[in-house]
Nanobody, 124 residues
Framework: QVQLVESGGGLVQAGGSLRLSCAAS????????MGWFRQAPGKEREFVAT???????YHAGSVEGRFTISRVNAKNTVYLQMNSLKPEDTAVYYC??????????????????WGQGTQVTVSS
């Protein structure tokens, strides 16, 4: 079973930056598409960004130009660089793995494994 562990969350002021990390184990990482999702209090989980096994990326419109997903396969790690943070970015951020196609997806239902989440809080 794939295990995912997120880290890097915290409390920052609006306009600041954070870099989230997700360490993966238990499966061939280079062929696994990865995604970041977030869930704010009282809201449903939403898509943030995805990266395919070959490195192609796609970001949600709400974070395009501010967030960047990347991966370092040699370290079995995927990252989410978050710049120009806004209070509405406050949420628990989850790392997820898609093990079927490896192409990546914005749909929650296509991800097979999830991390425990890391809290990101942006103050105004």
């Amino acid at each position: 079973q794939v295990q995912l562990v997120e880290s890097g969350g915290g409390l920052v002021q609006a306009g600041g930056s954070l870099r989230l990390s997700c360490a993966a184990s238990g499966r061939t990482f280079s062929s696994t598409a990865m995604g970041w999702f977030r869930q704010a209090p009282g809201k449903e989980r939403e898509f943030v960004a995805t990266i395919s096994g070959s490195g192609n990326t796609y970001h949600a419109g709400s974070v395009e130009g501010r967030f960047t997903i990347s991966r370092v396969n040699a370290k079995n790690t995927v990252y989410l660089q978050m710049n120009s943070l806004k209070p509405e970015d406050t949420a628990v951020y989850y790392c997820a793995a898609e093990t079927r196609s490896g192409y990546g997806s914005s749909r929650i239902s296509e991800y097979d494994y999830w991390g425990q989440g890391t809290q990101v809080t942006v103050s105004s």
